[in-house]
């Protein structure tokens, strides 16, 4: 079935770097953008990123802006986030998700998410 | 402080209809589609509507999306025990370049 696992949280020290993983399966990964969100304690949910199916566009939420890197491996059906620089404010569940709709290159890539992963714990403790 | 403004709560018996609002601007909801969540305790969040006002397969028609200039609204209609929980609209901000989420609204059935 479809499915997106994530892996790689942690607990880490303020300015410490991690990198998350997200390994699809199900679907023809290449044909998809991909997000992740994010839910701080007590918090709601905050977009973080996404990139396109080529992994050639690339956004960012401003507060991961110049700290955080998307990437993707279509040939490992597998999207990644490098976190670096990592503050208290970090600290949260990290999802990946994948767009409703393949096929191809669209603006805006809206949080469009029909498929999500059940998440990785990053904490970010002194 | 979120750039799409939700209720922080609402609550309704068994059976009622509630709504709810998200506020936005003409950078966000103005120009683009709204997307709605359901995020249940313990679970992932899953996407009740789309493009404004439509529901992926599975969701019930119970639950329904509007759009109006820079608001959107949920209705769910029917309400059952099992709907208690967080709801999030989204969409895409043209001056933020990126994607944005309500604050959420906590749903409590009575």
């Known amino acids: 079935q479809v499915q997106l696992v994530e892996s790689g949280g942690g607990v880490v020290q303020p300015g410490e770097s991690l990198r998350l993983s997200c390994a699809a399966s199900g679907f023809t990964f290449r044909s998809y953008s991909l997000h992740w969100v994010r839910q701080a304690p007590g918090k709601g949910l905050e977009w973080v990123s996404v990139?396109?199916?080529?992994?050639?566009?690339?956004f960012y939420g401003d507060s991961v802006k110049g700290r955080f890197t998307v990437s993707r491996d279509n040939s490992k059906n597998t999207l990644y986030l490098q976190m670096n620089s990592l503050t208290t404010e970090d600290t949260a569940v990290y999802y990946c998700a994948r767009h409703r709709e393949g096929g191809g290159y669209y603006y805006p890539p809206s949080p469009d998410l029909s498929v999500w992963g059940q998440g990785t714990q990053v904490t970010v403790f002194s | 402080q979120s750039v799409l403004t939700q209720s922080p709560s609402v609550s309704g018996t068994p059976g009622q209809r509630v709504s709810m609002s998200c506020f936005g601007s003409?950078?966000?909801?103005?120009?683009?589609?709204v997307y709605w969540y359901q995020h249940l305790p313990g679970a992932v969040p899953k996407l009740l509507i789309y493009k404004d006002n439509l529901r992926p397969s599975g969701v019930p028609d119970r639950f329904s999306g509007s759009k109006s200039g820079t608001s959107a609204s949920l209705a769910i209609s029917g309400l059952r025990s099992e709907d208690e929980g967080d709801y999030y609209c989204?969409?895409?901000?043209?001056?933020?370049?990126?994607?944005?989420f309500g604050g959420g609204t906590k749903l409590t059935v009575l």
């Open positions: 989204a969409a895409w901000d043209d001056s933020l370049r990126g994607g944005v």
């Open positions: 003409n950078s966000n909801i103005g120009i683009f589609y």
């Open positions: 990139i396109s199916y080529s992994g050639a566009s690339l």
